[in-house]
């Protein structure tokens, strides 16, 4: 976060919410945890759930689980990229198709994609692949979207000075409109990895022998839920930091 | 040596008794005498292994609901059962937390008792202990069986339904008491509830890698009943719990209800089906006839 | 190095997507004499920039031709340069890069480009910002790189939209100056789009003024102010009687203009 | 405009051929193939069913497994879930504005918890409410609150200094400058974080639902599903599919309204 | 109705977020008679709005006093009217509705302020417009509901920042015209910033020069053109006059702003 702008006293005060709020938060949850209130498999104390995610992060299972995850996470989103990219441009480059095309693209990216799971297992079976297609046709929408929006919205005087200097078709692509798209498409993609990382892991947890999501419902199914828990917050951690790397590209090669 | 067959296979439900025998077979190496390497898939249920199988993306399933594969079959799906996989009800049981009233489903008059979801074996079964029972409770679709325990346990059920080894640590414990079993209700004995399925491509194109392979998943169940110690102790470390709750969750199937041929019950099984809506209309004798597609049948 | 240019009764009406129907240019002519500055001058929406896009040849006139040299041509022509009134630099590049884009998608080798676009940049005074980015730069400094990026194309004939547009007044006067001492140094034809009467006397040989849409060109007005010139002479009395005078032509039509926005 | 005709011919042709029109036919054409492909067998009809049959499952689907009451279900649950998304999100991004020491604090976790996978939180609230309304409606409501909250407090922020220098130039109170300019002036933003409080609710809500087993139109897909029901699996997601379309639509056009450019 | 200001060695530096200090006024010295109308000229950036904002009461300046009537100020004050620079009417309200605002927070009753209202938005001259929302109008038509805004309010001096800033020439000329026509009528005091010497010479008794950053007031000059006057103006010799003198000063003081600006 950009604290630049801020006296020492407000910084200081900041800093210790932000220190603060956390430690309050697992005392409240450790209090909760005693006093009994809830059903004690259901709020583990903090040891329990330190203790537990200790022990996942020293099995080599969880690294298995958690490569799974990733490599589908990876084809999953590499396919979403490259169809969505292209996709958007060719809807995008024509505006009556785009608008032809967007009501249908923009009601489908808010369909829960789960529903789409069993559409998935009928057509590429019960492995890592339905999972890798659920991903890619989550994270597929937002980056089409984006990518079109940016293909419509080239600035027009930008096309005329190519215009202007006669460039070829392929002058037109490489030089004017594809630098132009580079942010809408880092938009895109980014929206795009948050939808691709919650429909394979929301696959998993459906149905799957493997991944995080299958670890983290295997133990609540199986009542380990300290576990449970810890998968969580692997899962959690994992979202966030590829979500603020995504975040450092865009910064990085978004010059709009 | 030679080359081993290759097969695929998807089961529902991990780690109970019965669904555990393919994985007692490989282990006891039951399955490498008949020349068969195994590759095994756990699925969360009928649905999904029926999705496996009929796609192909597994050569057999284990532990299909009846009602799925019955609609599944009349609605085109090129499914077959190859065996009974579960008859009777046996392993179904319900509990309630020990400080209830409910001592027996004779005392439900009113309570909230829950099942998995409508249709499924848990659903039958509880609607025919209550209308033996002879009282009114209110049934609750209530999910699997972690769902009914923390429903059950956070005071949302007055009862839940379970199969064993779940939860029998905590009726050992004292903090649930078992209210009614399956095994209440000796006319459902006759009727298998689940079944083993293939696919008509591999029973076509491989019928007696089939064949080896059900051969070897009967010569299993005869071990795990001749040996019954060292499978209650694979079964016991497969799930990680205690010898104790092992054996008696062994106790709750005799040998009869693991039994693949014959498939017993099928009209009313086929009843059932119509009434829950996963049949349109009953089968016909010749469609009976090529649905249950025994490929091996020591009688 | 240089051209003439000629409109003939070019005419163009939009159609805007509701069916409505705009007329956006009477048919219009004019000539541009070679080496001559040529500003025409109108109130917004008058059609300034149809004229300037039917010329470039970015869109078809419904009627007439542009003679280029004598000869008709259609569509984008080589000989043609054209700086436009929005900002249209590549944002994505450095000015230096700027500049060299129409040499480099021509081929030319990138040492000689680089060169070639240095000289240009100077030209327009910004050396030392060669390795900025646009939105580092100021409006004025971005219009500056456009126009070097257009000369570095060398066109025979210097199309500019409004070019200092968004800028203010004393910027203007200032670019003004700069812009005078470019085309001292080209001697180049060149056309310049403006709504600004200062801008137009100051620069130009000759201003042709615009009517109101559907525009046309009511009449030029020959501008004898000896050259070279510098912002000063915006003191002097023939300043003010030329920029009177055309004040007196425009005046009813930017009224027209006025009137004709907030009905929209 | 001066010179505008109206040119009836033309406008009838740009509605009857209009994107709208387009976009039907493309559909009804891509329905036609589809059905073609089934009917030749080239398409495995246990892996697509046919669009006649899919109709025909929707009146099924309607009249014999309530999908009518499972939309209304659905629909409560996302729209009580907005509410309250609401009642937290419209004072919490308030708070956040108003009091900077929180807003430095607390943007930034709000706007990674936005990116975050939040619906797989599900199973915590499955084991600490159960499976019920309470769950689905406590993910809407987690899900929902947070975009509402971001969206209101950055409206606030966003509200133009001039316009505040206007208020302060007519000696407002603060009161006066809060009704008066403030509210007015972020109510367009802020209708943005609550369309999209609004359908990731109903996202959230409907994956769940599925997930689970439980509620509306999630529980009918796994329904058909788990029946092997699929054609009406298809026209359950058709049906969805549907649904948010008409969401879209209709949060889209109020959000033009208060939004005029 | 109207009143005296003055401005005592005003001064303001701002520090910015990474520490820069930037003086924006050196001490300034000013006054504006009663019925006067000011004109205060400078290049882009060289603290003409922040002049604006302390004599406004909006920040409160470093050093030295603002004096209404003779009595020292702080903090807004309802004697002083303001027009912002940029963009100030309420998008939510229509241009009646903006108009009456001022009377609206004053709790005048709804018929009467409705009434008052309408006098106003006559005198600006957008009769007919009154249940236009801003986005249906022209920038010149929201800049005139602005400026009707605050005269609705019946200060006593009219502050007003390059109200015509974002227009064009032509438009800034009509406008122009249309202001001269108010102050005639309303004869009051009234402080106009403006970067433009065409618009200064055009409205005002005097114009103040500004130097940039940090900004001083450099001379002013009296405009003694006669009353009431039109835009035609600016094709006499005397406007021509003022104009080049205001220029004089200002272009050094306008190069070295646009060099700033490149380097930021
Ligand atoms: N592609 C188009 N479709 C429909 N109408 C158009 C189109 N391009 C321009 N017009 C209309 O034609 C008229 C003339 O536009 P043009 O851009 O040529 O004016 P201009 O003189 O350049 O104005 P400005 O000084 O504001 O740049 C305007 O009313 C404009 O709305
Ligand atoms: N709040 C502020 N914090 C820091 N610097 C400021 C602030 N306000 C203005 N400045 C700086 O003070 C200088 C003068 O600004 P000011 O807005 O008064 O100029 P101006 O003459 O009104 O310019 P313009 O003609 O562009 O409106 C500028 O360099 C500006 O960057
Ligand atoms: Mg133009
Ligand atoms: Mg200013």
């Given at each position: 976060m950009a604290q630049t702008g801020m006296n020492p006293r407000l910084r200081r005060q900041v800093l210790?919410?932000?220190?603060?709020?956390?430690?309050?938060?697992?005392?409240?949850?450790?209090?909760?945890?005693?006093?009994?209130?809830?059903y004690e498999g259901v709020v583990p104390t903090i040891l329990e759930v330190a203790s537990a995610f200790w022990n996942e992060v020293s099995s080599p299972e969880l690294y298995h689980h958690f490569g799974v995850t990733l490599m589908e996470l990876f084809g999953g989103f590499t396919i979403a990229t490259l169809i969505g990219v292209v996709t958007g441009?060719?809807?995008?480059?024509?505006?009556?198709?785009?608008?032809?095309?967007?009501?249908?693209?923009?009601?489908?990216?808010?369909?829960?994609?789960?529903?789409?799971?069993?559409?998935?297992?009928?057509?590429?079976?019960?492995?890592?692949?339905?999972?890798?297609?659920?991903?890619?046709?989550?994270g597929f929408f937002p980056i089409a979207l984006s990518t079109m929006s940016g293909t419509l919205n080239v600035r027009p005087v930008l096309v005329d000075v190519g215009k202007a200097l006669n460039l070829t078709r392929w002058q037109?692509?490489?030089?004017?409109?594809?630098?132009?798209?580079?942010?809408?498409?880092?938009?895109?993609?980014?929206?795009?990895?948050?939808?691709?990382?919650?429909?394979?892991?929301?696959?998993?947890?459906?149905?799957?022998?493997?991944?995080?999501?299958?670890?983290?419902?295997e133990y609540y199914n199986t009542f380990h839920i300290a576990s449970m828990y810890s998968i969580l917050i692997i899962i959690f951690l994992t979202a966030l930091s590829i979500n603020a790397v995504m975040s450092y590209i865009s910064q990085r090669f978004d010059r709009a | 040596a030679q080359e081993m067959d290759k097969v695929s296979v998807a089961i529902g439900q991990r780690g109970l008794w019965d669904t555990l025998v393919v994985h007692q077979g490989i282990e006891e190496g039951i399955f490498a005498d008949e020349n068969l390497s195994v590759e095994m898939t756990w699925t969360k249920g009928g649905a999904e292994t029926l999705q496996a199988v009929t796609t192909r993306s597994v050569d057999m399933g284990f532990v299909n609901g009846m009602l799925g594969i019955l609609g599944a079959y009349q609605r085109g799906a090129p499914v077959r059962i190859i065996g009974a996989e579960m008859t009777g009800a046996n392993d179904l049981f319900w509990y309630a937390k020990s400080d209830s009233d409910l001592k027996s489903l004779a005392d439900a008059q009113g309570a909230t008792v829950g099942y998995s979801r409508p249709g499924a074996s848990s659903h039958l079964v509880l609607l025919n202990l209550l209308a033996k029972a002879g009282v009114d409770a209110e049934t609750v679709s209530a999910g699997g069986i972690s769902d009914n325990r923390t429903q059950v346990m956070s005071g949302q059920l007055d009862a839940g339904w379970s199969v064993p080894p779940f939860n029998l640590d905590l009726v050992a414990a004292g903090d649930l008491r078992i209210i009614a079993k399956g095994s209440d209700l000796?006319?459902?004995?006759?009727?298998?509830?689940?079944?083993?399925?293939?696919n008509t491509t591999f029973l076509t194109e491989r019928r007696d890698v089939a064949k080896r392979f059900m051969r070897a998943y009967m010569k299993t169940v005869d071990w795990m009943y001749d040996n019954k110690d060292k499978a209650v102790e694979r079964f016991a470390v497969f799930n990680n719990i205690d010898l104790e709750i092992a054996k008696e969750a062994a106790a709750f199937y005799p040998k009869e209800a693991l039994l693949s041929v014959p498939v017993k019950g099928l009209d009313k099984t086929i009843q059932e089906a119509i009434e829950h809506d996963a049949l349109r209309e009953p089968l016909s004798q010749e469609q009976i006839d090529e649905l249950l597609d025994y490929v091996y049948d020591p009688r | 190095m240089t051209a003439t240019l000629e409109v003939r009764n070019v005419s163009k009406t939009f159609e805007s997507d509701n069916g409505d129907r705009i007329q956006a240019l009477a048919p219009a002519n004019l000539g541009v004499k070679q080496g001559e500055f040529l500003s025409i001058i109108g109130p917004s929406g008058c059609g300034k920039s149809t004229l300037f896009n039917i010329i470039g040849g970015m869109i078809p006139p419904d009627s007439g031709e542009v003679i280029v040299n004598g000869v008709s041509v259609s569509g984008p022509h080589k000989d043609i340069g054209m700086v436009f009134q929005e900002e249209s630099t590549f944002p994505w590049r450095t000015v230096l890069d700027n500049v060299a884009f129409s040499l480099e998608v021509a081929g030319m080798e990138k040492k000689e480009r680089l060169e070639k676009a240095r000289h240009f940049v100077e030209l327009v005074g910004l050396t030392g910002f060669e390795h900025h980015f646009p939105h580092q730069l100021s409006g004025g400094m971005r219009q500056r790189t456009a126009i070097a990026r257009t000369l570095a194309s060398e066109p025979r004939i210097l199309l500019m939209d409004e070019p200092f547009g968004a800028l203010d007044e004393q910027t203007r006067l200032l670019l003004g100056d700069k812009l005078l001492k470019i085309c001292d140094a080209l001697k180049q034809t060149t056309m310049l789009i403006t709504h600004n009467i200062t801008e137009a006397v100051q620069l130009s040989d000759r201003v042709a003024v615009m009517s109101y849409r559907p525009g046309t060109i009511m009449r030029t007005i020959d501008i004898e102010l000896p050259r070279p010139r510098d912002s000063e002479l915006i003191s002097t009395d023939k300043f003010a009687a030329y920029v009177g005078q055309i004040w007196e032509d425009l005046r009813t039509e930017a009224d027209r203009g006025m009137k004709a926005v907030g009905e929209a | 405009m001066t010179?505008?005709?109206?040119?009836?011919?033309?406008?009838?042709?740009?509605?009857?051929?209009?994107?709208?029109?387009?976009?039907?036919?493309?559909?009804?054409f891509l329905g036609l193939i589809l059905e073609v492909l089934v009917a030749s067998g080239i398409a495995d009809p246990s892996i697509v069913a046919a669009p006649s049959e899919m109709l025909m499952s929707l009146e099924r689907l309607f009249t014999k497994d309530n999908l009518g009451a499972a939309f209304l279900i659905t629909l409560a649950q996302a729209l009580s879930a907005t509410l309250l998304a609401m009642l937290i999100g419209l004072p919490l991004g308030w708070t956040l504005f108003r009091y900077e020491v929180l807003g430095r604090a607390y943007r930034g976790w709000l706007a990674a918890m936005f990116a975050a996978p939040l619906v797989l939180l599900y199973p915590l609230f499955l084991v600490i409410i159960g499976r019920n309304y309470g769950t689905t409606i406590t993910m809407g409501v987690i899900t929902g609150s947070i975009p509402v909250a971001l969206y209101t407090c950055e409206a606030l922020h966003k509200v133009s200094p001039t316009l505040l220098k206007v208020g302060a130039a007519f000696n407002l109170t603060a009161k006066q400058t809060f009704t008066l300019i403030q509210v007015p002036a972020a109510v367009p933003d802020a209708f943005t974080g609550i369309r999209l409080g609004l359908i990731y609710a109903l996202v959230n809500i409907i994956g769940i639902e599925f997930l689970i087993d439980f509620g509306g139109l999630g529980r009918v897909v796994s329904t058909m599903f788990f029946r092997y029901d699929i054609p009406g699996m298809y026209a359950a997601i058709f049906f969805i599919i549907l649904i948010s379309l008409l969401f879209l639509t209709v949060l889209k056009k109020v959000e033009r309204w208060l939004r005029p450019v």
């Open positions: 210790t919410l932000q220190v603060l709020t956390p430690v309050v938060l697992v005392i409240l949850w450790e209090l909760i945890a005693r006093s009994g209130l809830l441009i060719a809807l995008g480059s024509r505006p009556f198709v785009s608008s032809v095309a967007d009501p249908f693209l923009s009601s489908l990216a808010t369909t829960p994609k789960i529903i789409f799971l069993p559409v998935v297992m009928l057509i590429f079976g019960i492995g890592p692949e339905s999972k890798v297609a659920l991903g890619a046709l989550g037109m692509l490489v030089k004017i409109y594809l630098p132009s798209l580079v942010g809408p498409i880092i938009r895109g993609m980014r929206l795009g990895l948050g939808v691709t990382i919650i429909a394979i892991l929301l696959g998993e947890i459906k149905l799957s022998n493997a991944g995080l999501g299958f670890l983290a419902i | 000796p006319e459902l004995a006759e009727q298998t509830v689940r079944a083993n399925i293939s | - | 010179h505008a005709e109206p040119h009836q011919k033309q406008r009838l042709a740009f509605v009857l051929w209009g994107p709208r029109t387009a976009g039907l036919l493309v559909l009804l």
